[in-house]
Structures are given as C-alpha cells and as structure tokens.
C-alpha cells in the first residue's frame, strides 16, 4: 500500500507533464529543430576547425621551428589540418579565386544552385518514393501508373543535375589548376625587377636544397591539390545541406525526440570513428614526397646515362632505383593496411549501427501514437515508413560524407604544403634567401664572415670586380678577393686548373650566382650570351636553333630575314645544312642529328645573329679546327662583340688582350699584354721541349765516349 501511494504522485506529475508537452508540443519541436539547425552547423565549424599544432616531425616547438626542422632533414614538412594548413590554404585560395567576378566564382555559385537543386529533387524523390510503396500495397494500379509516370518526368532533371555537377566540378578544377600553374610558371621561369628576382629555375636547382623535384610539383602535385579543392566543396557544402533539409523533413514525419535521439548515439559513434581514423594527410604528403624522390633519381639516371654506361654502373644505379622504389612501396602497404582496417571499422558504424539506428526511428510512428500524426491504414503507415527509410538513408549517407570530409581534408593538407612549399621556396629564392648544405670549411671564422656578406651590382657598359670573391653555392671561396677590368673590344682570356673559379666568374656576371661581397660593374644579364663546350639545342625547327630563344615572329620584326640566316651559317661553313636537312622549318632532335663540333659551329651562328656586347666562350671552340677558330673569333671582333673567353688552347691567346691566370690556391695574375705572355708561353714551351732531350744527349755522349776508348 505504501508503495502504490507513493507512485500514485508520480503518475499523476508524469500524466500532468505529458498533459503540458502534447498541448505545447509545436514549439517544443520548432525549438528542437532550431537547435538541431544550429548544432549541425556548430559540430562542422568544430570538426573542421584547427588542431592545435604538434611537432612530431621535429624536436622543437612551434611551428616555425618544425617545418625548418623537417626542411633541412629532407623529410616531407608536417601536414595537419591546423592552423599552419587554413594559412597556407587561404594564400593559395587567393591566387585560385582572384575576385568575387572571377570565372572561378561563377562555377562556384554554379556549383551551388546545382546541389541546392539536387537535394530538392531528392526530397521529392523520397517522398514519390513512399507513395508508390503505398498503391502497391493499397491494391491501386491508376495512382500507381501515375507515380511511375512522375518518377520517370523527374529522372530527367535529375540525370541532367548530375551530370551538369560532375561538369562544373572538373571545369573548377581545371580552372584551379590553370590559375595556380600561372601563377608558379610565372615565377619559375618569368624574370624579376632585378638579377636577384629571376632566373627562380636555376636558383632552385643550383642554389638551394628545398626541393629536389619541382617538376613533380608543378604537373603532379598541382593537378592532385587542384582537383581536392574541387571535390571538397562538394563534399562538405552538400552533406551538410543535406543533413539539415533530410533531418528537417524526417523530424516533420517521426517528431524532433527521435532526431534528437538519433544524434546523440550518431555523434558518439562518430567521436569513435574519429579517435580511430589515421592520419591520411600525412600519409598523402609523404606519398607524393616519395613518388618525387623515385621520380628524381630516374631522372638522374637519364640525365648521367652517359657516365654511368662507361663505368658499367647499372647495377649499382639499379639498386638506388629499387631501394627508392622498396621505400615507396613500404609506405604503400602501410597505407594500404590502415584503410584495411579503417574500412571496415567504417562501413560498421556508418552502414550498420547507423542503419540499426535508422531502423528504430522509423518504426516509432508504427508502435507510438505521436500527437499530430495520423497512420490510419497500412498502406499510410507503409508509406510513412518508407518515406522515412528514405530520408533516413540520405540523411545517414550524408552524415557519413561530413565525418568522411576530415579525411578528405586531411588529403588536401597533405597537397597544400607540398604546392605551398613550392610557392614558398620560389618567394624566399626571389628574395635572395637560399637554404644550401654548406662545406665545413664555410664554418671557419674568416670564411663564414664572407658568406654573410653582400657586395652590390652596379649596371655599367664595362666589366670590373672590385675586391669580388668567388664563391660556389655550396660555401666553397676559391677566390677571396678578385679584382679586374674589361672594357668594351678588350677581349679577357681566363686560364686556370679545373675547380679555381673560370666558370664561377661568369655565374656572377650573368646574375645566376649572388655577390658576397666588393663591387661589380656589368652590363645587364641580357646583353651577355653564353657559348658553352656542349651547347643547349632546344625543341623545334632549324630556324629556331639558330635564333634562340626568339621567335620566327621576333626575327622578322627585327628585319632578318631566312637569307641572312643563312649568311649567318656560311660564316661557320654551315650553310649546306639547310638543304641537307629539308629546309629551315625542318623539325628534328638536334642534339642527336648534329655532332659535337657542328653544334658548337650553331652556337657561333646564335651568337652572329644575336651580336650581344659581350659573349661568354666555354671551350667553345674545343671540337672545332683552329683555323674555323680563328675565323669565328675574328668575326665576332668585326661585329664588335667582346669575348670572355675560358679554354686550354694556346692557339687563342694572339686574339685576346688580357688573361687572367688562377693558380688554383686562391690567387690569380692578370696579364695585361697577352701577345707578350703567349711570346714567353711558347720560348717556355721550346726550352722544356729542349731540356726533354738532354737526357737522351747526355746518354749518346756517354756511348760516344765508350766506343772511342774501344778504339772503334
């Protein structure tokens, strides 16, 4: 009795409450729904929202120090959707969206009207879905045939929506790719204010240690990154649309308590699933990372074939070759064996347990009487169920895409820093700031205060170094102080032993090595042309080797013509090439169809064409006879080019005025009278040349003497 008494109370309070709910049950489901409106848009900003950053890669902290950290060791830089990823990805955002009336704007409001347009449809759809379940089962074929009829009218703009969504979404990524390679050709091979703003392509092969494969970056990693910021829009803008309207109609149908309770056991499964997805962005970033690096040393073996072949270096070359492969695939497997296991952890939660879920939300207009909802026969509650079902599977399938979009995303941090790094590397060598494994001997006192010095670069008609030292990339000072001066039809002829700095010198002179110090004067870079012992023979016609790097277009605006090209040649003893070849526009692959000496005899026919002030001479003459030599260089005098001239060939030395000698120690003798030095060059040459036979003399006298004492 006691306890009946003491429940009494309770039923009455809980009869009471429910009394007080049924009467206000509207609002309390608009307040639900507002809530669930909001909560949705909340969780998004929460699970996309920046991690706090770790340093895993690097012993330091802060992301400064770690990204320095992971650059230098050579690893790929940390990846994480944090706030160092949305920094980098709003850079990126800005050159890929320029304007609010850019194309790319418009395809992204394109995009959007068409997943709006989309979800309408499939809420329709759910809906149609329902009603055709119920004639069936109502026994009505005229309704049933009319349904039929309205699922095959809306299966054409359906179609339609899909297919203008896959368009527009490749259209953005295109356009993404088109505006970002742009923006990085434009700094990779275009030319800055100044020497130390150009020649990026150079600087970043030559100068600096960053990156080992920009080829990749700029055709594979760009396309990747190009089309996961694509997809990403897509991915999150139209599951997160479609949790809310899906959830919204499916609350209309069960009531706002079964939402809610729906998304509280969702949200702890997803918490689960989150705590036991793996890090795919770094695992992506890592995987472009060694894809370049396998890429780099095939490209080595391609670019050293030649040396390789004559040591018989395959085997070593393959073993390189398979162990960049063996640690490529290593890291695939691992990544392989982690979506294993990702995946069906997955497709449990999100297919299973939600659906289970699903399931019992749906069934509580069947077994509950809920105010406002009338179920009066089977095939209305069929419907009803169906209807649900429908809206459940989307909303669930959509759910699933939003927690599946962290993954997406983390994909997408992975192609952001690499695409970022590249961006970053090409501003720093702009500016001047190159990170280079230096020699130990650049940590000497005297040298390390070379290295932090800067010299200045003055434009002049003449060439003169001031106390200039030269210096490899690598920190290595073959010449502390370097000072001389060339004016216009002087002619400098440089001597030395390989290694001293011939070459270095005139790296500085055409802008691609920077100043550590002293003065130089110098013309601009574009007033220079480099003949070098193996000359670069682009892609294209005969024309265009000889004219490079101008144009047919270029050419005849500057009123040459096809003959004076072919003038230009019998300079050289060229000029029955034209006809042997098929004519100027004769296309082939030049560095193989011409030998050694008639591609240096192209590079003069360039250099004739081209009559720049000053021309920079390689061993450019070294495959060629001596009297062709002589010809080539008295013309170019004629022309009133002056020559910078390195080679070993004595027989140069009458046509230059100056020579200056390295000893190979660091110092170096500039020879103003050059005629003078090539007179004592070659009574040196004749005295050693004699002293070479006194042995041979001294041994015939001593048989001399021998035989006269035999009396013979």
Known sequence: MA???????????????????????????????????????????????????????????????????????????????????????SRILRIVIPSLRSKEAMLLFMHSSLLVFRTAISLYVAALDGKIVASIVRA??????????????????????????????????????????????????????GSEQGKVYYKMANLDDRIKNPDQMITHDIQRFSAHLAAIYANLAKPVLDVILYNYQLSQNVGAEGLVLLTVLVQASAALLRHLTPSFGAYASTSAHLSGSLRHTHSRLSEFAEEIAFFGGEETEKMLVEREYAR?????????????????????????????????????????????????????????????????????????????????????????????????????????????????SASVEENAKILGGRGKIVESEEIRFENVPIVTPNGDILVKSLSFHVKPGQHLLIVGPNGCGKSSLFRILGGLWPVYGGVVYKPPASQFILIPQRPYLPLGTLRDQVIYPHSKQDMEALGVTDDDLLHILSVVQMDQIVEREGGWDAAREWRDALSGGDKQKIAWARLFYHKPKYAVLDEATSLVPTEMEGMMMDHATGLGITLLTVSHRPSLWKYHSMILHYDGQGGYVLQLDAEKRLALQEEKQALEAKLLEVPKMKARLQELRILVNQGL
């Not at 054409?156 to 899909?162: G, L």
């Open 328 to 440: 490529l695939v290593k890291h695939e497997r691992k990544v392989l064996r982690k979506r294993w296991w990702h995946g069906c952890v997955e497709e449990g939660i999100v297919k299973w347990l939600w659906g289970s879920f699903g399931l019992c939300i749906c069934a509580i207009p069947v077994f509950f009487k809920l105010p406002g909802i009338s179920n009066v026969d089977l095939g209305s509650r069929t419907e009803g169920f169906v209807t649900n079902r429908r809206l459940l599977l989307s909303a669930s399938d959509a759910f699933g895409r939003v927690l599946y979009s962290y993954k997406d995303l983390s994909e997408l941090a992975g192609y952001t820093a690499r695409v970022s790094l590249l961006l970053e590397t090409m501003a720093d060598v702009r500016k001047g700031k190159m990170d280079k494994a230096l020699v130990s």
């Open 3 to 89: 306890v009946q008494s003491t429940l009494r109370p309770m039923q009455q309070q809980f009869a009471q409450f429910a009394k007080f709910y049924t009467g206000h049950r509207p609002a309390v489901q608009r307040v639900l729904t507002v809530a669930f409106v909001v909560y949705v848009f909340a969780a998004t900003f929460q699970g996309l929202a920046a991690r706090p950053s770790t340093s895993r890669s690097s012993g330091g902290k802060g992301k400064g120090k770690g990204k320095e950290g992971d650059e230098k060791s050579g690893k790929p830089p940390r990846v994480a959707v944090d706030a160092v990823f949305y920094q980098r990805l």
């Open 140 to 193: 009505q074929p005229l309704p049933f045939l009319f349904n039929i009829l309205r699922w095959l009218l809306v299966a054409i703009p359906a179609t339609w929506t899909n297919s203008w969504l896959s368009y527009v979404e490749n259209k953005l990524s295109i356009a993404y790719r088109t505006r970002l390679t742009e923006e990085v050709m434009g700094q990779y091979l275009g030319e800055g204010e």
